[in-house]
């Protein structure tokens, strides 16, 4: 999965498939649970959307599926004043009942291209995690987010009021690149940092990075990727329990 797009499909995000690959990676991670189909009209409107089986969902550079395979359907309609809704679904196979609800992601925003090579993006993004992500406590957020995309390089700043728990405030940032090594490959690469706006009640949480470099290959319609990634903190992760911080990911999306 992406994360709100957050960047890559390896990390537990989001990313709407659009209607070009640089328009599309200006929005990924974008969304908004209420927003209204009044945004976009029916025959202004595109539907597009992609099919994504990874080897594991991280979020922010942390597991969140216990290391098991995970499904993703993310389907995102847009117009041409740059209006996109969208909303992704995600299962895991877990260990011993099968597929399971793993997430969903519902988001919203707006895309405008300033030249040939770059475009702004603006928008709101609701994630809810199911009882099978291991999550801990708060299994949901929402953040409005601000991001700027070149032709190889992307970043973007995410603001919550409330990050999981009810009373903590973070800033995510991120900077996502993408380098070609010729007419199939390329490298990909993240870098992101987890800033707490003020302690959470009972005790200070402290700030938390989190990477990813890798390769991507493409098959006409399909994507597929490798990539090591992981965090770096001085706490447990999202389920409470200390583990693991880094993993080899590997994902095959279809775009729709």
Not at 71 to 81: I, K, N, R
Not at 171 to 178: A, D, I, K, S, T
Not at 179 to 188: E, M, P
Request: charged residues 20%.
């Amino acid at each position: 999965m992406r994360s709100p797009g957050c960047g890559s499909r390896l990390r537990a995000g989001t990313a709407p498939v659009r209607r070009s690959r640089h328009r599309r990676a200006a929005i990924q991670g974008g969304a908004l649970l209420l927003a209204t189909p009044l945004l976009v009209s029916p025959a202004a409107a595109q539907l597009g959307g992609s099919l994504t089986l990874s080897s594991q969902a991280r979020l922010r550079g942390q597991a969140i599926s216990d290391h098991r395979p995970t499904f993703e359907l993310d389907l995102v309609q847009d117009s041409s004043e740059g209006l996109y809704l969208g909303a992704a679904g995600a299962v895991v196979a877990t260990r011993d009942d099968g597929l399971k609800p793993l997430s969903f992601r519902a988001y919203a925003g707006f895309a405008q291209q300033l030249s040939a090579a770059t475009t702004i993006d603006v928008g709101l993004v609701h994630s809810r995690y199911g009882r099978y992500s291991g999550i801990s406590g708060g299994r949901s957020y929402t953040e409005a987010y601000l991001g700027i995309a070149g032709r190889n390089i992307s970043g973007r700043l995410f603001l919550s009021p409330a990050y999981f728990q009810g009373d903590e405030p973070t800033l995510y940032m991120e900077v996502n690149g993408n380098l070609d090594l010729g007419r199939y490959w390329a490298l990909i690469g993240h870098g992101g940092r987890l800033v707490y706006l003020k302690n959470p009640s009972g005790g200070h949480a402290p700030d938390a990075t989190d990477w990813q470099i890798g390769l991507r290959r493409r098959l006409g319609r399909f994507d597929l990727e490798a990539a090591w990634t992981g965090h770096a903190a001085d706490r447990p992760g999202y389920d409470g329990k200390y583990g693991a911080k880094t993993a080899l990911v590997i994902a095959l999306t279809f775009t729709l």
